[in-house]
């Protein structure tokens, strides 16, 4: 089928922003759809219509409608079982995601896999409804606070927070970080001293801290099925960047019960898609091994496998031959898409150029970009663009981190950036609420900063005024 025949309008769809992944990971957001899980929450009336285009999300504006709506109406109720319906349909995905962690057998291989796509896959209904809500609630509380005359940026203080898996890994950090600063293993500056690695090796209660740590939290740094593990040479390295939130937090306020509302439901719907994600990315990561045993069986190296989608391996594991100068045109150009229960995959030029011609904006070559400051401050920096999570070593302490949007992954980075410049986000998203604990200057939806700067530019982040300029 060509995407042509797909009778596409521009009007009907809404380019979320880019988050580069490959095929296999993409085809998750696709089927993001269960309808039962939807209507258990009280979302009904959805089509579940999405597209990945070069990792483009280009959502359906019918669901984002009605999503929106059923948003509205707790609010104007005050109806906190809205949330309370959603808290158990994530909770019921995490347990159900949760039951085959690891598939240790190669033996049926064709049984594990339709097994590992049914449980993973639960979690996506909640995971991109808690996205696209999030998402909202901040565009509601940032409403309401310009009413009352009140600074935006303080918007997340006032959101209840929640621990996330990733908060915990940071706390945990930092605790390790005091003991060795006791143990003389680190500078005046924090920074781990190198000779002093077998010295600690050999303290069997640090190492035995350290090496719990990294065995909890070896995922962190993968995201969409890809990325770098957290090893014991990243972690040493990243200990300075570990610091204690000392942020002052404004005085309290008197607000109205409809914003006081709005801030407990945000703090409940930014913890599930926080939460949410993390718990994808700790089960995916544990399930490399079984997936690479997968990839052999059909001949094909585990970045191989990822340029199928999960029912192209299925088909593969049924007999069917894997094409490899497809795979070679997918890692160029793919769009994934789901219509009326069926999945579309094009990788040919002439449907890629069309769809790109009718989805994606040319940007002119600018000197600055205006956005939304998330955090106050002013910093400049050397540029580094990152749309995946690989090449962390590029990441100098100072540089200013510019991507599409951060995820749990991105943290490492974070904790290095002198600034944050991404191209989509709200208030309430990842970056708006991180920046603010580490307090690093931040600027939000500048929807080109990817595609506007280039690596090793000097650029300045002016989060102030939510500016962000290439210095000449």
Request: with cysteine.
């Amino acid at each position: 089928m060509r995407a042509q025949q797909l009778k596409l309008k521009k009007e009907n769809w809404l380019n979320y922003g880019q988050w580069e992944q490959p095929p296999f990971s993409a085809a998750y957001w696709i089927h993001w759809y269960n309808k039962a899980q939807a209507e258990k929450a009280g979302f009904k009336n959805l089509n579940g219509k999405l597209m990945m285009l070069n990792g483009y999300t280009l959502t359906d504006r019918h669901d984002l409608d009605c999503i929106k709506t059923n948003l509205d109406e707790a609010c104007l109720k005050k109806d906190f079982n809205f949330a309370l319906k959603f808290r158990r349909l994530a909770l019921l995905a995490v347990k159900q995601s949760q039951k085959n962690i690891r598939f240790n057998s190669a033996n049926n291989l064709k049984v594990n896999f339709a097994s590992f796509i049914k449980t993973t896959e639960e979690l996506m209904t909640p995971w991109y409804l808690s996205v696209i809500i999030g998402d909202y609630l901040g565009e509601l509380l940032s409403n309401s606070f310009q009413k009352m005359g009140l600074n935006i940026n303080n918007v997340v203080d006032y959101v209840p927070e929640k621990t996330t898996l990733m908060i915990k890994q940071s706390r945990e950090a930092m605790a390790i970080k005091k003991e060795l600063g006791k143990g003389g293993f680190l500078n005046k500056q924090g920074v781990f001293i190198n000779s002093k690695l077998k010295k600690l090796s050999e303290n069997k209660k640090l190492w035995s801290l350290i090496s719990r740590h990294l065995k909890e939290y070896e995922w962190v740094g993968t995201h969409h099925f890809w990325g770098e593990p957290l090893s014991l040479s990243k972690f040493l390295k990243d200990l300075e960047h570990y610091q204690i939130d000392k942020n002052k937090r404004p005085k309290k306020i008197k607000f109205s019960s409809d914003l006081n509302f709005k801030l407990r439901l945000s703090g409940e719907f930014i913890y599930w898609r926080q939460y949410l994600a993390e718990i994808f990315d700790l089960i995916v990561y544990r399930q490399r091994e079984f997936l690479t045993t997968v990839a052999k069986s059909l001949g094909l190296k585990y970045e191989e496998l990822m340029y199928l989608t999960p029912r192209e391996v299925q088909a593969c594991l049924n007999g069917a031959k894997v094409d490899l100068l497809l795979l070679a045109k997918r890692k160029k150009d793919c769009c994934v898409s789901w219509f009326d229960n069926k999945e579309f995959i094009f990788q040919e030029s002439t449907d890629i150029n069309y769809l790109k011609k009718m989805f994606l904006e040319n940007f002119k070559k600018v000197d600055s970009l205006a956005g939304v400051p998330a955090y106050p401050g002013r910093v400049r920096g050397r540029a580094k663009i990152f749309l995946i999570p690989e090449n962390f070593s590029k990441m100098n302490t100072g540089d200013i981190l510019v991507t599409t949007m951060t995820t749990p992954d991105f943290v490492p980075l974070m904790k290095r950036a002198g600034g944050i410049v991404t191209d989509v986000g709200g208030l309430l998203s990842h970056a708006a609420i991180v920046s603010r604990e580490l307090g690093k200057p931040c600027v939000i939806a500048t929807k080109a900063a990817t595609k506007i700067f280039k690596d090793n530019d000097l650029i300045e982040v002016d989060a102030e005024k939510g500016i962000v300029r290439l210095i000449k």
